[in-house]
């Protein structure tokens, strides 16, 4: 089991930061107490094939048991990997930030919000100088802080992280209400008024080969896989975790069907995780 124990200054990224291990699919708590670490790490080995990895978001915000932290992290060393990343911001971004969202700050210094970060500053220096990482966000975009733990981390297949859903569906029974792209392939030939594949469905050969034989059908596979080759990578870049494309004929049996699992197809060749799902193949 591996541990990662976040903390640093307050408003330096660490919500955006545990949204990255969320996403990853780690175990994360936010504002974790660090009296209680042993005992989640016992509960924790009970099941560990479940809760593998483990994040820990732990802060000024538990007030004076900040300082119970590092000695907390040592013992955890003792019997699992543990990485303590501490994420720092310069003090006029902390104000900036302050000042845009309209919080308070947790230690609420009576001298005012600039006292408060410096008095945050100073209680959490031994920490920041036994880290294993460094992160200054100061200037960081969300984007670039998830690149700086992808190389803390090794992970170099970001597609490996973004999910793709290719759903195909029939019009007559409703369009996805979580579709974020729709296309509609009711303007090809339909192997419904086929009678031998009227019964059949996208999956099987025949059906595919009859969707497929038409130069306008073929002609459509190749746009829709050149422009999905265009917008995926705009989605990822821009920190989307998940796309669902939508892909509908009239009942969702045939057409549809065979565009999506083209589709997937080409979209895993490309290296994406991608989840075929044919919501109306069975009605």
Do not use: W
């Not at 990482?133 to 090794?154: A, G």
């Not at 290719?166 to 009678?195: M, Q």
């Amino acid at each position: 089991m591996d541990f990662t124990i976040l903390t640093g200054m307050s408003g330096s990224g660490k919500t955006q930061a545990i949204h990255f291990f969320e996403d990853l699919g780690y175990f994360c708590i936010d504002n974790m107490p660090p009296a209680l670490i042993p005992m989640l790490a016992n509960m924790l080995a009970t099941v560990k094939d479940k809760f593998r990895n483990v994040a820990l978001v732990i802060d000024i915000r538990v007030g004076d048991m900040i300082n119970e932290l590092l000695g907390q992290v040592e013992e955890l060393r003792e019997t699992y990997n543990v990485r303590l990343i501490f994420l720092d911001t310069n003090d006029n971004t902390l104000v900036s930030r302050y000042k845009e969202t309209r919080r308070n700050h947790p230690l609420n210094n009576p001298d005012g919000l600039l006292a408060s970060i410096q008095e945050e500053r100073r209680m959490l220096f031994k920490l920041r100088e036994s880290a294993d990482y460094v992160i200054d966000t100061s200037y960081m975009t969300n984007n670039q802080l998830r690149e700086r733990f992808m190389d803390i981390y090794n992970l170099t297949a970001v597609n490996s992280m973004f999910e793709i859903k290719v759903l195909s569906f029939g019009f007559k029974h409703g369009i996805p209400t979580d579709a974020d792209l729709v296309f509609d392939v009711r303007c090809f030939p339909n192997p419904f008024y086929e009678p031998e594949l009227k019964h059949k469905t996208g999956n099987d050969r025949e059906v595919q080969d009859y969707v497929m034989k038409f130069p306008t059908s073929q002609m459509f596979f190749e746009k829709l896989k050149d422009m999905m080759g265009f917008l995926v990578p705009l989605y990822v870049e821009e920190g989307r975790r998940s796309l669902v494309i939508a892909i509908g004929c009239t009942g969702g049996h045939h057409r549809s069907v065979t565009m999506a699992n083209k589709l997937a197809e080409a979209l895993s060749e490309s290296g994406y995780t991608v989840d075929t799902v044919h919501r109306d193949i069975r009605i």
